[in-house]
């Protein structure tokens, strides 16, 4: 996983709330196989009307989704995480997350901060006034900019530091991997192997 | 060495022991523990995003040589040397084929004599052994705790952290003793405590607890019976179930393709005999069924918990006290086109499904085989038996059950989980209602619409004959009348 302080990029305003992960990822995209390419699935109830957000223009390219409340209820599926992250988003920002998203997104590098309401809807006036600006993300400091505005966001200080260390689950384990491999060394010789094939 | 167990501990249950024995590191200030996990199981569903997530992040399977699959869910149970059909289940497959390769995994593929359904593959090549962890991306994984493992299933993305890690970061369960006392009738399996266990404890029962079945009657069963019961410990919500291993386990591991020999041997025999609960230890609840009451066994409803004595009536759910329950039992009635009050025997299927990870292995076949002999299913009724692994289906061939199987009018096919979820083109067409002697009963689960009483190979076989949900016991009523 990629180390994470700081992102700039471009913000789009998703005036929506209440979105759960079926219509991040609806059921269908479930049989695929593989853990990348979902960018096409991400909102695609949504993604057929030339209207949608995400279809503008001057939204192409972004790295930060900033959402009305509720984003990521629903299914555990963490399909919903893999599509934004495939989009191209790093950030998603809302007044308030799904659990199950949350800790999906803290585990998959996409940081999932929450901005209190009445700061979505400035970082929204701003950022429909002049569509395509740049915003900063600072996870290091815990605030978002965008033009002369400063907001702060709250993501709890485990998963910031996962994120700053760019650590996912396996990464974490893999930092006490000299004591996996003691445990191996201790472990008796009676214990069960799958190889060599053996014919019975 | 890890395993030892040391005098001045204070007296712990099974589970606990196997859990101690596999602290990496314990877990500081509420977090989880780090346990290492001895055998881990891999089939074509839950694995291909797991290794795409290695193969993204540039890593290795850690331990190959703890790690085994084989193709079961989605496999044709005919026909299974031409191409499968259905295009996600030969994407599945492929992939497993693919990953396997590019991981240097062991996987038996269907043909294979060793393919079949992971949980009968484990333990038919003596990979399952006492006291040792067990994972797979399958629920019903507590199939393995039958061996006094502690066995349970896991989401993808713990597959993927088992693959690169052979570790699972884990907080402790509680445990709970299921101690079944008494003998029981002939006419009597597993399959009917099991059902017993869950209907007295409800579907969510277990949920946090690893379940340790104990008392007589579960020592006297085989490990294949025990295997049923530790298979459905999930379907009362618990993360697993054990059996304390015994003479029984031991002469089962015995001899197997993969089981120790020599001095290890020896010492692994010495160090499984220490792992049953010590005199003393606590659980953390406790529940007595009576094996000498029990009889046979059979769900009315859609969850595996809506379940009475074969003998009993579908029950009226107005004398259901609890009012989710209640609601719970009108949907299932419906669903299920069953009105209270009528007698479970008279209600007749149009399917029997002998087969799935609860009842597939050899002795299951020769329960089901004794029953049927000589005899011819009845008219209409559609009976399909599938063998849980291609070596069980060659035993049962040996032993001519084959033989006894298609003279009675079945289907004999080659082994998966087949009608079990029904991934495959074995399902049931909607309305149809089916005995089956697999684990769940959920709405759909055997095909749309379909209708699903779980059953005993035992009742399976009675209900084939006379086409009514039936015992043993009224195949004998009926003999003594003639
Ligand atoms: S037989 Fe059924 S329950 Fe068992 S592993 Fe296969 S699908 Fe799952």
Redesign the interface.
């Known amino acids: 996983?990629q180390k994470f302080e700081k992102v700039t990029g471009i913000a789009v305003p998703f005036r929506r709330s209440n979105v759960d992960t079926d219509q991040i990822i609806p059921a269908v995209y479930l049989?695929r196989?593989?853990?990348?390419g979902f960018e096409d699935a991400l909102f695609a109830g949504w993604r057929q009307d030339p209207e949608f957000v995400l279809n503008r223009p001057e939204y192409q390219g972004a790295r930060i989704l900033i959402t009305g409340p509720d984003f990521g209820t629903g299914s555990s599926r963490?399909h919903a995480v893999w599509a934004l992250r495939d989009f191209g988003f790093d950030v998603v920002l809302s007044p308030r997350f799904g659990d199950i998203f949350r800790g999906n997104s803290g585990?998959q590098g996409l940081l999932a901060g929450e901005v209190a309401e009445p700061d979505v809807e400035a970082l929204w006036a701003i950022i429909e006034a002049q569509p395509g600006i740049e915003l900063t993300v600072d996870l290091v400091e815990r605030k978002v900019t965008a033009g002369s505005l400063s907001v702060p966001f709250e993501i709890d200080d485990y998963t910031r530091w996962r994120l700053i260390e760019g650590l996912?689950?396996?990464g974490l384990?893999?930092r006490?991997?000299d004591?996996?491999d003691r445990?191996?060394q201790?472990?008796?010789?009676?214990?069960?192997?799958?190889?060599p094939?053996?014919?019975? | 060495?890890?395993?030892n167990t040391s005098d001045t501990l204070p007296p712990r249950t099974l589970a606990e022991k196997v859990w101690d024995a596999h602290l990496?590191?314990k877990g500081e200030n509420g977090e989880p523990d780090?346990i290492?996990i001895?055998?881990h199981l891999v089939h074509e569903v839950t694995s291909?995003?797991a290794f795409?997530?290695l193969r993204?992040?540039g890593?290795p399977v850690r331990r190959?040589?703890?790690?085994?699959a084989t193709e079961d869910h989605n496999t044709p149970t005919i026909g299974i040397d031409k191409p499968i059909a259905d295009l996600?289940s030969r994407?599945?497959i492929e992939?497993l084929r693919r990953n396997c390769a590019e991981f240097g995994v062991?996987l038996h593929s269907l043909g294979d004599i060793e393919q079949g359904i992971v949980h009968v593959v484990g333990p038919q090549?003596?990979?399952?052994?006492p006291g040792?962890t067990v994972v797979c991306g399958d629920s019903h994984t507590s199939t393995h705790g039958a061996f006094g493992a502690m066995a349970f299933g896991i989401g993808?993305?713990e597959v993927?952290?088992v693959l690169?890690?052979?570790?699972l970061?884990l907080k402790p369960f509680k445990t709970m003793a299921i101690t079944v006392e008494g003998t029981l009738r002939p006419g009597v399996t597993a399959k009917d405590i099991i059902l017993a266990v869950i209907a007295k404890i409800g579907t969510g029962g277990g949920q946090g607890y690893v379940l340790e079945y104990r008392g007589s009657a579960i020592r006297a069963l085989s490990m294949d019976g025990r295997m049923t019961i530790c298979n459905m410990s999930i379907e009362a919500g618990a993360r697993a179930g054990m059996v304390a291993p015994d003479h029984t386990t031991f002469d089962y591991v015995k001899g197997?393709?993969?089981a120790?020999e020599g001095q290890?041997?020896d010492?692994?025999v010495a160090?499984w005999r220490t792992l049953a609960t010590d005199d003393g230890a606590t659980f953390d609840a406790e529940v007595f069924i009576d094996a000498d009451a029990l009889e046979p066994f059979v769900t009315w409803g859609t969850n595996p918990g809506q379940g009475v004595s074969l003998s009993d009536t579908v029950p009226n759910p107005v004398e259901i006290e609890d009012p989710h329950e209640r609601a719970a039992a009108e949907r299932a009635l419906e669903y299920m086109d069953l009105a209270a009050g009528t007698p479970l025997k008279d209600i007749a299927v149009d399917a029997v499904f002998m087969g799935s990870c609860t009842n597939s292995r050899i002795e299951d076949l020769r329960a089901f085989a004794s029953v049927i002999q000589g005899k011819k299913k009845a008219d209409g009724v559609r009976v399909m038996v599938v063998p849980g692994s291609a070596r069980v289906r060659i035993e049962a061939e040996a032993e001519g059950l084959d033989k006894i199987i298609t003279d009675f009018g079945a289907e004999w096919r080659f082994a998966g989980c087949s009608m079990c979820l029904g991934m495959n083109p074995d399902q049931l067409a909607p309305g149809e209602r089916c005995a089956s002697t697999s684990n769940r009963n959920f709405e759909g689960r055997q095909g749309k619409g379909g209708r699903t009483h779980l059953v005993s190979p035992l009742v399976a076989a009675a209900t084939a004959i006379r086409g009514t949900l039936s015992s043993p016991w009224d195949l004998q009523i009926e003999g003594e009348a003639r």
């Open positions: 996983m049989k196989v593989t853990k990348t963490e585990k996912d689950d396996i384990t893999l006490d991997a004591r996996i445990f191996e201790t472990r008796e010789s009676w214990r069960p192997r799958t190889l094939v053996k014919q019975s | 060495m890890n395993a990496v590191s780090l290492y001895d055998l291909p995003q795409d997530g993204m992040a890593r190959p040589d703890l790690t085994i996600t994407t599945q992939t062991r090549l003596g990979l399952t052994q040792i993808t993305s993927e952290h690169a890690t052979q570790t970061p197997r393709a993969h120790p290890d041997w010492d692994a160090y």
